[in-house]
């Protein structure tokens, strides 16, 4: 805890309203949390004198968040925490919050904003509230709902948190709006440049080395084609007079949150909008992700996302057609390999010359490449010796990312310093300078240095190389079984839809395409491939330690690894020997002992490995190695576990640079003083990613200011008690049943006297809706339908669904049976369209209405529901408020609905009687979802199966005789059966 | 008979149509009519639609409001219209514009005897399609993803 911190809870702790804490990225939220709920905590047993109690509500902590918070409270041992999810009995979650003696809950919104309208949560048990990202709540939020609901009964404290600046200004005064909806009077700011927390950090900074890796020309040039791509594209954009030009540059196109610009300013016009527009904006994404994954894909990986790419946006997109998207593909292409064709004589190729024949490509090949095509000569020989037959060569490039090698490079000067350091002051360091900690953005990259580490770079290249090609094999196999197909989804370049009969038919040339050949070249290296495998399979199989064949290839490849493991092996036993008393000492010999095994029997590895590829690698496995293997643990961003205090590195090697991160490792340092740590950045020459970097961080800069302004000016109304009003409902138009009541009724009095109440399905509790009719003073009543999402009365039964819902539902098929259900049970059944407020009020354009009746337009579907449903009413609404008024006048001259029979409805009636068990909180929502999904599983068995089985995998494996007996029919049972285990020939389509 | 120089009638192009003495403002099929209403209209003539709608009696089976939003501020008139026809057994559908609006009539004509097959549950045998659809249940899984995980898991 760094004194700033402690300054920031101390602030927050002032005011009995509670706060909103907004905190540069990267600073620990986590501890912040954990001692306000200790203060708080010992707030309340000092004061009460240990009776007051009630439980300390955390809502909306994501997984990570909630661990460190919860091991910091255990840590503690003064506050009991409990993690409520969403599939704990509504008996046990009781318990636990009348239980608490200060206990600190951690809970889904939706759980929450239930349980408190069901009154198995009483307000008063409520000591304060705790909401972790605030910068998601707005005032329909379940977040907002629940606040106001425990704010309606008592005064308690609510603190929210959040550590996305910029999302907290995005929109207009967003910051006051949210505040007001949570009932929260101040605002506390910190950034990174906060003087105070300027000075903590930055008393001892850590050594930082900035390293500029400069990326090889066909990466240089992958860029700047997508920077090309980008700039036609928003060119093309601006082009359409629709967007606010000023917000919508390439820097700002570097980001996630580029899209919510371009979406709120398109949205409310959207279906005004062409298709070409909206593919642009979906195209911007699409070039966003392949940038970024420039840097941190090795070059067949992105080349084969290039293929998927193509395949899925195909000729929809518009930057595929551009010049620069050929310039992309072309040079992803090159990275990997390329096409040579030996001036139309047919060239048998000797086994002696393949290298001469590699020097004659203009590739951009390295200074390492001498070894490794040494190295790799015989298995070139295999592929070449099949292209020949086909008159033309597949050289292949593999270009290593280049950040490897300096990652290499830096591990040994590591190691060096370390084992000299090692040697003067042996005594007192060595337990310190342990650990270094490489971070990358991803498992998968993770995953791969280590490959690249513990093994070759060259070996890991060509293993993703050869899984490549197989894939393209089968895809080739799958081709052949389905003739009738073009083959255009692996067509490279130019698509001509003739089909390649086989290899023969290139012996003319001439009037084939370079495609073509291009995909001939690649299958056949891949069926060579495929049968040097297989028979190295067979190899194994007959003779375990290592035929001729097997030995001859080991020879080929194995050299340069062979040294490679040998000179780490040995770094790693030096080191061992020093830091077996910490505490991965096991693990240190253990992956000592697995390093010199593969050094023995080198043969034998590579036996082992040749098979790897055919079939899908095991990476379980490489985990646990990646595991083992000390000093350099590998760290992935995305996992969001905060490692620094766990593994006390010394040296950090930041291989994906990350500002969150980089606060972090501030935050850490600053916290261990005395502790020497040294930092590497590794960065790409001129990158995207360097841009990125620093603009991530000027945004939040800019999002802080804004926000310092924003305070400034802020108006939170209080009343006179000092406490916080929250949002007033003056904006809102007034409810047309007051309006209404003055006319019709005499003098107008109030129309009810007791409250209104709606019956709610729990599963709507995801959508504003319930949180809007309560802020309008109808009583929610939370159970779980069977039919229908909302009751209103006895008659009336609401299914409700947004826009987005209704094309699904159509499509699925889903609307008709629920419909269909509705009428049978309630005499007034009501389906609900609800178009969102900022977004149009529309389905289409008057353009788009075509000219001739299709059976797949929207207006199409909805007249078929009519004509076959006439007693269905549907209601069209605005917006979420105007919903709401439209129930409260429907209710109105109605009786008020009545649970218990809701409740029934529609239930298979030996089930007998629901109990007070919420029966749609046990299960995981989207899992059921999913399986709705699957062909064969109905409305009407999804039940019987969710029974059956315990989870998607368990039914992945129930015999077909099992399943049929679940779903009640022999077809259904076999469909989903084979569905299951069906091979997915996706790359055709 | 009222509805000579109707603008809306020209946008039925794919039903035929003829002018008679009725009751309701479209007659569509044995058993179905229709009534149009603009929301501009309502805003001037509130009573409007609800002498329209006594007017029609028990007639028919399926009573659709066609209801024209023609104005910007919608929310309460909609409402009105909404409440109006709900309470009287009949079925709202809005247009946007006079095609649509002519679109629907057309499309419940021409399907009048339609089956429901295209809006209820039908099995795409198509592997890909049921595989996309499943998967996309999951949030954040998009077409692209689907096809890289088809393809590296098999």
Redesign the interface.
């Known amino acids: 805890m760094l004194p700033f911190e402690e300054q920031a809870v101390a602030d927050l702790l002032e005011d009995p309203n509670g706060g909103l804490l907004v905190v540069s990225s990267g600073i620990p939220l986590a501890s912040l949390a954990a001692t306000l709920l200790l203060h708080l905590h010992h707030q309340s047993t000092s004061s009460s004198g240990g009776g007051g109690g009630g439980c300390f509500l955390i809502l909306s902590a994501p997984d990570a968040l909630k661990d460190q918070i919860r091991r910091r409270l255990v840590e503690s041992q003064l506050l009991q925490v409990h993690d409520v999810a969403s599939d704990v009995p509504a008996a046990h979650r009781r318990a636990l919050y009348s239980s608490g003696e200060g206990a600190a809950l951690f809970l889904t919104p939706r759980v929450l904003a239930a349980d408190l309208l069901t009154a198995h949560l009483l307000p008063s048990r409520v000591q304060a509230l705790l909401l972790l990202a605030a910068h998601r709540s707005s005032d329909t939020s379940a977040d907002a709902f629940i606040a106001r609901l425990l704010r309606q009964h008592r005064l308690l404290p609510v603190y929210a948190f959040s550590d996305r600046p910029h999302a907290m200004v995005a929109g207009f005064a967003k910051a006051e709006r949210t505040m007001k909806s949570l009932y929260i009077r101040r605002l506390h700011l910190w950034p990174r440049f906060h003087v105070l927390a300027a000075a903590d950090l930055e008393r001892s900074p850590p050594e930082v080395v900035d390293v500029r890796v400069p990326m090889t020309h066909p990466m240089v040039g992958i860029q700047a084609a997508i920077l090309d791509a980008m700039d036609a594209c928003l060119k093309e954009l601006r082009r359409t007079y629709k967007v606010d030009v000023e917000d919508l540059t390439i820097d700002k196109g570097l980001f996630k949150s580029f899209d919510e610009i371009v979406r709120r300013q398109l949205d409310p016009i959207w279906h005004t909008l062409g298709k070409k527009t909206k593919q642009l904006v979906a195209d911007l994404r699409t070039l966003r992700k392949l940038l970024d994954y420039l840097g941190r894909y090795d070059a067949v990986t992105y080349l084969k996302?290039l293929d998927?790419?193509r395949?899925?946006?195909g000729v929809r997109s518009v930057w595929m057609l551009a010049e620069s998207s050929h310039k992309i593909f072309e040079l992803a292409k090159r990275r990997v390999y390329q096409i040579v064709r030996p001036d139309g004589t047919r060239v048998s190729i000797a086994k002696g010359t393949p290298t001469k024949k590699r020097k004659v490509t203009p590739s951009s090949s390295k200074k390492g490449k001498e070894t490794e095509n040494e190295d790799s000569a015989h298995n070139k020989d295999d592929a070449q010796k099949v292209n020949a037959e086909a008159s033309y060569l597949l050289v292949e490039v593999l270009e290593e990312a280049p950040k490897w090698k300096v990652l290499r490079e830096l591990l040994q000067e590591i190691a060096e310093e370390q084992r000299k350091g090692d040697g003067v002051v042996h005594e007192d360091e060595n337990n310190e300078c342990g650990i270094v900690l490489v971070a990358c953005k991803d498992e998968r990259s993770c995953l791969q240095l280590q490959e690249c580490i513990s093994r070759s770079p060259q070996q890991v290249m060509r293993e993703e190389w050869e899984k490549y090609l197989l894939?393209k094999a089968e895809l080739f196999g799958l081709h052949k079984k389905k003739k009738k197909r073009s083959q255009q989804p692996k067509g490279f370049g130019i698509l001509d839809g003739e089909f390649p009969t086989g290899s023969n038919e290139n012996e003319n040339a001439g009037p084939v395409s370079i495609s073509k050949l291009e995909t001939n070249a690649l299958l056949a290296a891949a069926s060579g491939i495929s049968n040097l495998t297989k028979e190295a399979d067979a190899k194994e199989d007959s003779v375990p330690s290592c035929g001729k064949k097997g030995s001859v290839k080991g020879k080929g490849k194995r050299v340069p690894k062979k040294t490679l493991t040998k000179r780490q092996a040995s770094k790693r036993k030096n080191r061992s020997t020093t830091e077996n008393d910490s505490c991965q000492g096991t693990d240190v010999e253990a992956s000592g002992k697995t390093d010199e095994q593969s050094d023995i029997n080198v043969s034998k590895v590579s036996a082992e490995d040749a098979p790897a590829p055919a079939s899908?690698p095991d990476n379980a496995e490489d985990l646990i190695d990646a595991k083992m293997l000390p000093p350099v643990q590998f760290y992935a961003l995305d996992s969001d576990q905060h490692v620094l205090d766990i593994w006390k590195p010394s040296v950090i090697i930041v291989y994906h640079p990350d500002m969150t991160f980089v606060r972090e490792i501030e935050v850490y340092k600053a916290e261990n003083p005395s502790k020497k740590l040294r930092v590497y950045f590794l960065f790409y020459e001129e990158s995207s990613e360097v841009q990125k970097f620093e603009s991530s961080i000027r945004r939040e800069n800019e999002a802080f200011e804004s926000l310092i302004r924003q305070k400034s000016l802020m108006m939170i109304p209080v009343d006179q008690s000092g406490r916080c009003i929250g949002p007033t409902p003056a904006n809102e138009?007034e409810p047309?049943l007051s309006q209404n009541s003055l006319t019709r009724k005499a003098g107008g009095r109030k129309p009810t006297g007791k409250d209104m109440q709606v019956i709610v399905d729990m599963r709507e509790f995801m959508s504003s809706l319930p949180n809007v009719l309560h802020q309008k003073g109808i009583r929610i009543i939370p159970v779980t339908l069977e039919v229908g999402d909302y009751v209103l009365s006895p008659l009336i039964c609401v299914e409700r669904k947004s826009i987005a819902d209704l094309y699904q539902s159509?499509a699925?098929?889903?609307?008709?049976?629920q419909v269909e259900t509705m009428i049978r049970y309630y005499k007034?059944p009501?389906l609900l369209i609800e178009f969102s407020q900022d977004k149009s009020?529309?389905?289409?354009s008057?353009s788009e209405?075509g000219?001739?009746?299709s059976?797949?337009?929207i207006?199409?579907?909805?007249?078929?529901?009519?004509?076959?449903f006439?007693?269905?009413?549907?209601?069209?609404s605005?917006?979420l408020h105007?919903t709401a008024?439209?129930f409260m006048?429907?209710k109105s001259n109605q009786d008020e609905p009545d649970e218990n029979k809701a409740m029934r409805v529609g239930v298979p009636s030996e089930d007998g009687v629901v109990e007070d068990d919420v029966r749609a909180e046990n299960y995981n929502t989207?899992a059921i979802?999913?399986l709705?999904?699957?062909?064969?599983v109905?409305d009407s068995n999804y039940r019987a199966v969710m029974d059956g089985c315990n989870s998607l995998a368990e039914l992945a494996l129930l015999p077909v005789e099992r399943l049929a007996e679940l779903m009640g029919s022999q077809k259904g049972a076999r469909?989903l059966k084979e569905?299951l285990d069906?091979?997915?020939?996706?790359?055709?389509? | 008979t009222w509805q000579k120089g109707n603008p809306l009638l020209k946008h039925i192009?794919?039903a035929r149509w003829t002018f008679a003495d009725i009751v309701p403002d479209y007659v569509i099929g044995q058993?179905?009519c229709a009534l149009y209403i603009s929301l501009r209209y309502h805003l001037l003539h509130p009573d409007y639609l609800y002498y329209r709608i006594r007017e029609l009696q028990k007639n028919f089976?399926?009573?659709?409001i066609l209801?024209h939003?023609d104005i910007e501020d919608?929310?309460?008139p909609?409402?009105?219209v909404?409440?109006t026809?709900?309470l009287h057994?009949?079925?709202?559908?809005?247009g946007?514009?006079l095609?649509?609006c002519g679109?629907?009539l057309?499309?419940?004509k021409?399907?009048?005897n339609?089956p429901?097959d295209?809006?209820?549950?039908?099995?795409d045998n198509d592997?890909?399609s049921?595989?996309t659809?499943?998967?996309t249940?999951?949030?954040r899984v998009n077409?692209?993803d689907?096809?890289?995980?088809?393809?590296s898991?098999?």
């Open positions: 996302y998927t790419l395949v899925s946006e894939g899908t138009p047309l159509f699925s098929g889903r609307l008709y049976n007034i009501v009020f529309s389905f289409q008057a209405v000219d001739d009746v059976p797949t337009n207006i199409s579907k909805l007249s078929l529901l009519v004509l076959h006439p007693r269905l009413r549907i209601v069209w605005r917006s105007a008024d439209i006048s429907l989207s979802e999913f709705r999904r699957l062909p064969g109905t469909t569905f069906a091979k997915c020939p996706s790359m055709i389509s | 192009r794919n058993s179905s089976k399926l009573r659709v209801c939003i919608v929310v309460k909609l409402h009105e909404t409440r026809s709900l057994d009949c079925t709202l559908l809005c946007w514009s095609e649509e679109r629907y057309e499309t419940i021409v399907f009048e339609k429901a295209s809006i209820r549950e039908h099995t592997y890909l049921r595989f659809h499943a998967l249940s999951i949030r077409r692209t689907v096809i890289t995980l088809g393809s898991f098999g």
